[in-house]
């Protein structure tokens, strides 16, 4: 047992290495060969399947499901391909239960949906691990695109592009290409270096040229016109937003993406602080995998506060009822007002929440404390360093139909992007697209879009 298990204040080390590594292990290992043909013997073959419908790259699903029930999964997995390049990540991060096993006919009928993620985690991951790369490059266009941002749009996007026959040039602002698959989700969900393999096996179809720089720092918007023929912006969200209550100044007081993205970073899991008592603010998926995670590194209380009724989450009910098995508690209805302690966060004190006829809420005379000495901000996070040319909507950029942004000449999408709904598989569709109107735009082919 570790020493400092039961230490108060933000310590490193809670749990034994053995323990973090029986905590973080994959949490939902693949099929076996047997399981995934058992799993895929399950589904209907449905015509205007709803699941494809259900899912924003619209996969052929029944298709797909066909070619492993009769033993092709390699033929599957390149319909997974032709429609989401990322098709391995998404089968282990998607909301399926909210896409589509959510729209799955057996779902409806049984409340037991066929696995269709699992079965595209068995496709995807069979073919990744062979030599090469199945998609050829068209002969070259000498057309050159610029993307920036390395994230699940940019990838589809460049990906898409070079295949294509253009050349792309990708600039990531982060040491590590990824986006958010690498540095914004939970370990246990992407575990031996999945993020980076799928990179890697992105750009080996070639023509992809991966530089490091950052929009507004390292590079402009109109250096990148100049250069290039077109050019697709991907770089995601980088501000996170303030809490706006008193004394969030504190120490111990942190937003939960830096949080997550130590974590998936970090070589050594003892190394990492966590509290005793830790509280998070928000409710979506980062609220999820930073709470689940502080968990899995020792923390003894864990609890979300979410200032809607749990049914508006942004996380899945799966995801929030994963949370509760790992033992982080949820209070719903409440909002943090004042952060309380002596330098460093001992307390957070909360407000009720109420509803107000217009959609909007308040806060009630009704408070409560929470002692914490970790306090994580997960309310979402802002578009930062955008260049003023840029028309924007709601807060991001403003875009019309495939991606295309107020600049002629210059597309969008992505987290960056209005319109989105912060999944990766949202992106890569936005990307994939956009890539499509580019490549329109570049030759005059027509757009070829899956769906």
């Known amino acids: 047992m570790s020493q400092a298990r039961l230490a108060p204040g933000v310590v490193p080390g809670r749990l034994t290495p053995h323990e973090l590594a029986a905590n973080f292990v994959d949490v939902a290992p693949p099929l076996d060969d047997h399981e995934a043909r058992v799993a895929a013997d399950r589904c209907y073959f449905c015509h205007d399947a709803p699941c494809v419908t259900a899912c924003p790259t619209s996969i052929d699903i029944p298709l797909f499901i066909r070619q492993i029930a009769t033993g092709t999964p390699d033929a599957a997995a390149m319909t997974i391909f032709h ?7 998404c089968a282990r991060v998607c909301p399926t239960e909210n896409l589509c096993e959510g729209a799955c006919v057996r779902m409806e009928a049984e409340g037991d949906p066929v696995e269709i993620g699992a079965l595209q985690r068995y496709a995807t991951d069979g073919l990744m691990a062979q030599p090469g790369h199945p998609f050829r490059r068209a002969a070259p266009t000498g057309k050159r695109v610029a993307v920036v941002g390395a994230g699940p749009a940019g990838l589809a996007c460049a990906h898409r592009l070079a295949a294509k026959g253009h050349d792309v040039t990708i600039f990531e602002a982060r040491p590590k290409p990824g986006g958010l698959n690498e540095y914004g989700i939970a370990s246990y969900k992407a575990v031996d270096g999945f993020a980076q393999a799928e990179v890697d096996w992105i750009l080996g179809i070639g023509g992809i040229t991966l530089r490091q720089g950052q929009l507004g720092r390292d590079i402009t918007l109109e250096a990148l016109r ?3 023929d077109a050019v697709f912006l991907g770089m995601g969200l980088g501000g996170v937003n303030a809490l706006r209550a008193e004394g969030e100044e504190r120490r111990n007081v942190l937003d939960a993406v830096s949080f997550i993205r130590d974590l998936r970073q970090a070589s050594d899991l003892t190394a990492l602080p966590v509290g005793r ?18 968990k899995l590194l020792g923390a003894e209380n864990v609890t979300i506060v979410y200032r809607r009724d749990r049914s508006q989450m942004g996380a899945s009910r799966h995801e929030q009822d994963h949370a509760t098995r790992t033992g982080v508690r949820i209070i719903c209805n409440a909002a943090p007002v004042k952060v309380h302690g002596n330098g460093a966060v001992v307390e957070v004190e909360f407000a009720y929440t109420a509803v107000d006829p217009d959609g909007g809420l308040h806060l009630s005379d009704d408070r409560f404390r929470l002692k914490a000495d970790q306090l994580f901000r997960a309310i979402g996070q802002r578009l930062d360093g955008v260049p003023q040319e840029l028309a924007l909507n709601g807060g991001k950029i403003g875009v019309a139909g495939p991606g295309r942004t107020s600049i002629p000449g210059v597309w969008a999408g992505g987290d960056c992007a209005a319109g989105g709904d912060d999944l990766t598989v949202t992106a890569v569709a936005q990307g994939r697209d956009a890539a499509e109107d580019i490549d329109a735009h570049l030759t005059g082919r027509p757009v070829e879009i899956p769906g």
């Open 277 to 294: 008592d830790v509280v998070v603010i928000g409710g979506g998926m980062t609220a999820v995998d930073a709470a689940v995670q502080a």
């Open 83 to 89: 429609a989401n390049i990322l098709g391995g990540m």
């Open 226 to 228: 100049a250069d290039f």
